[in-house]
């Protein structure tokens, strides 16, 4: 053989042993390096990451005694004794006007044709109890003789009408009893007297009839117990 063409041939083959035994270190040393590795990333939403809820607040009550209490406020209790039986709904435009229509209630409370009733009018002065003041007024004075009493007849009359009573002029006892009524601007005052029992004697009977007297007035709104 040639010398030339076998030189040739020797280094051919020495290239391409030498590129065979790169190719199993250059796999093992793996792809090459990402050079953008360090570079800052783009941040990724969260997507499953709920937004906070917002607390609501919280009224806090101070109860009597120092206490705390969460929720509405109580409906504060009226203080001292109920003074009248509910809220008027009548009013009258004058003095005039609500002496007319109780002298109809009275007028109602009892039979005409029965001669046991005896109805009359009087100018009378007027003493409230807790105003401490006086005024004049027309009372009804209603005798009966001898036939059951209006009294009580008299008082649902005004409370149908729209009247309410007032609990500071209330008075039961064996002998009679008082009661006194309100509308929105006036007092009216029932005033009842019959023969009482006699609680030693089981043999009594009591006389008759009775006296009513019914009295006509301005409101006051300081004729009221002191609460």
Not at 68 to 76: E, K, N, R, V, Y
Not at 107 to 132: G, L, M, N, P, W
Not at 160 to 181: C, L, P
Request: some cysteine; hydrophobic content about 40%.
């Amino acid at each position: 053989m040639n010398r030339s063409i076998a030189t040739f041939l020797l280094g051919g083959a020495l290239v391409v042993l030498t590129g065979c035994a790169r190719q199993p270190a250059d796999a093992a040393r793996g792809p090459a390096p990402d050079r953008t590795a360090g570079a800052e990333q783009p941040a990724i939403p969260d997507t499953l990451r709920q937004p906070a809820t917002q607390k609501q607040p919280v009224r806090i009550l101070v109860m009597p005694g120092g206490g705390f209490a969460s929720g509405p406020a109580p409906t504060p209790e009226p203080e001292g004794p109920l003074l009248m039986s509910g809220v008027p709904t009548a009013a009258y435009a004058s003095l005039t006007a609500a002496r007319d229509s109780i002298g109809a209630i009275v007028s109602r409370s009892y039979s005409h044709a029965d001669t046991a009733f005896h109805v009359s009018q009087e100018a009378v002065t007027f003493e409230y109890i807790y105003a401490k003041a006086e005024t004049r007024a027309l009372a009804f004075h209603l005798v009966v003789t001898d036939t059951a009493c209006p009294f009580m007849d008299i008082q649902r009359r005004l409370t149908a009408a729209g009247w309410v009573e007032h609990y500071g002029y209330t008075a039961d006892g064996a002998d009679g009893s008082n009661a006194g009524f309100l509308c929105l601007n006036f007092f009216c005052l029932v005033e009842g007297t019959w023969q009482g029992e006699d609680g030693s004697d089981s043999t009594f009977v009591p006389e008759p009839g009775c006296q009513v007297v019914v009295t006509c007035v301005p409101r006051r709104e300081d004729d009221f117990p002191p609460r």
